[in-house]
Every structure is written in C-alpha cells, then in structure tokens.
C-alpha cells in the first residue's frame, strides 16, 4: 500500500506583500488541478488559536513583550499545528497557510532587539518541522504598506511598526531564503496578481510528489 504524504506550503512577506491574496489563488489553483487543498493562516487556524490572535492583535502595541508574544504565537502555532495542520497532512492533502514561523523570526525575533535564538529554540521545542516550501513574496515595504493601510481593520498592532522595521524584516527574509534554499521560492510582489499567481502556482507544482 502506498502511504499518502501531503505537501505543506506556507506563504511568506511583510504586511501588504499580497500573501492572502496569493494562498487563495494558489489554492484555487491546485484544486482547480485536482488536489484536495486545505487553505489555513497563522496566527489562526483553528478555534483556539484564533482565540489567541485576538489576544495578539488586537489593542494596545506594548500590550506584551516581544518574549510573552513569542510564547503566545507559539502556543497558537502547536494548536494549529496538532488539530489542523497535522491532520490535513496524514490525510494526503496540500497546506497552504498564510504566514506560519519564519514570521515570528522576522516580526518576534528582529523588532525588540535580537531574540532569534529565542524564537528558533522554542520552535525546536514545540513545533519541531517546517514547511515543505515556503513562498516568499518579495517586496518594496512602501508599496506594502500602503496596500496594508487601506485595509483600516482593529488588528493593527504590527502594522503600527513603520517603514524601518518592515525594510529589516524584507532583509530579513531575503536572509532566511538564502539560507534555505531547498525550502524557499522568492518571488517578485510588485507585479500584477494574476502574474505573481503564475509564479507561485509553478513553485508549489513543481514541488509535488
Ligand atoms: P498580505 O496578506 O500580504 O498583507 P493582502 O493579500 O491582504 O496582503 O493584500 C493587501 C492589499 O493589496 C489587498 O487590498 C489586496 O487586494 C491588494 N493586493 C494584493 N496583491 C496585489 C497586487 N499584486 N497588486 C495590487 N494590489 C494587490
Ligand atoms: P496577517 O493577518 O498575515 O497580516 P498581514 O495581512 O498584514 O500580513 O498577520 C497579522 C500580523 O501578525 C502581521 O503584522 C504579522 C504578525 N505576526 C507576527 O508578528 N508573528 C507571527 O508569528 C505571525 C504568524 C504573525
């Protein structure tokens, strides 16, 4: 008997890159290929974890500390992670989740002080796996957050960090997908959707069993 093993794929970028624009296209997409995808976002994903985003969202930005945040989008993660994401893949499926840990070690571990090896030994502890492939859409932060503020929603409390940080975190990324090659696709934002579409659909199909 062959054993079914799903793909899990996670969309990366600063506030305003078009990553949730980007996870519904290609999960269309892949259905429309005939996978069974699971579409899913951090923090998030499953009740509980939504609960706790509402915690980190939401109100005030020195509401925590960078160490209680790192904490609570880890607990958030090891929910998502044992009721949603870890099913979805003993099943065969494909994952597309909207954001997942580099965002912490770009958002928890560059934005009060370096805590990466905070975020990185917390992560060995709980979670222990990364993603099969991991979708970075690049970006210039500007134009980012721009998109981003238009959004005008109650969960800002990221959003509020500024031009500064959201150029380090691009710099950031572009750093982890250097340094992990074999898990990251960078992929130029700044294009017309349906093109950046294109791009991410061939990532994600060339990286199929
Ligand atoms: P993210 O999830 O990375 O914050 P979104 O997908 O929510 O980004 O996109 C932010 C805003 O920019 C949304 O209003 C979206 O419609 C718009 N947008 C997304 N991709 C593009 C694109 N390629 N060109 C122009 N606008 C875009
Ligand atoms: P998201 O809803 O993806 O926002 P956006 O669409 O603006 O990119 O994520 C909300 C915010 O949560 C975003 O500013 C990044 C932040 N975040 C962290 O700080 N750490 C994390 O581990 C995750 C998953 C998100």
Same mark, same amino acid.
């Not at 070690?105 to 990466?116: A, E, K, N, P």
């Not at 109650?154 to 710099?171: H, S």
């Not at 294109?198 to 060339?206: E, F, K, N, Q």
């Given at each position: 008997m062959t054993r %079914?093993?799903?793909?899990?794929?996670? !969309?990366?970028g600063i506030d305003g890159s078009g990553k949730s624009t980007q996870a519904e296209l290609l999960a269309e997409g892949l259905e429309a290929a005939g996978h069974d995808v699971l579409l899913t976002r951090e923090p998030g994903g499953s009740p509980g974890a939504e609960e706790i985003r509402a915690l980190v969202l939401r109100g005030d930005p020195a509401r925590w500390s960078a160490e209680t945040?790192? !904490?609570?989008?880890?607990?958030?993660r090891r929910d998502h992670m044992e009721r949603v994401i870890q099913p979805a893949l003993d /099943?065969? +499926?494909?994952?597309?989740? *909207?954001r997942f840990a580099d965002s912490t +070690?770009?958002?928890?571990?560059?934005? +009060?002080?370096?805590? %990466?090896d905070l975020v990185d030994s917390l992560h060995d502890l709980m979670i222990g796996r990364e993603p099969d492939l991991t979708i970075l859409i690049d970006m210039d932060p500007s134009a980012g957050l721009a998109r981003a503020k238009g959004r005008n929603g109650?969960?800002? +409390?990221?959003? *509020?960090?500024? !031009?500064?940080?959201?150029?380090?975190?691009?710099?950031g990324y572009l750093d982890l997908a250097k340094a992990a090659p074999e898990r990251f696709r960078v992929i130029d934002g700044a294009r017309d959707m349906k093109a950046v579409a %294109?791009?991410?659909?061939? /990532?994600?199909? /060339?990286a199929l069993p």
């Open positions: %079914r093993t799903g793909l899990f794929i996670s !969309l990366e945040e790192i !904490l609570l989008f880890t607990a958030a /099943a065969g +499926r494909i994952v597309v989740c *909207d +070690r770009m958002y928890q571990g560059l934005s +009060r002080g370096d805590l %990466r109650v969960e800002e +409390r990221f959003e *509020d960090f500024g !031009l500064e940080l959201q150029e380090r975190m691009r710099a %294109r791009d991410v659909l061939a /990532a994600a199909t /060339a």
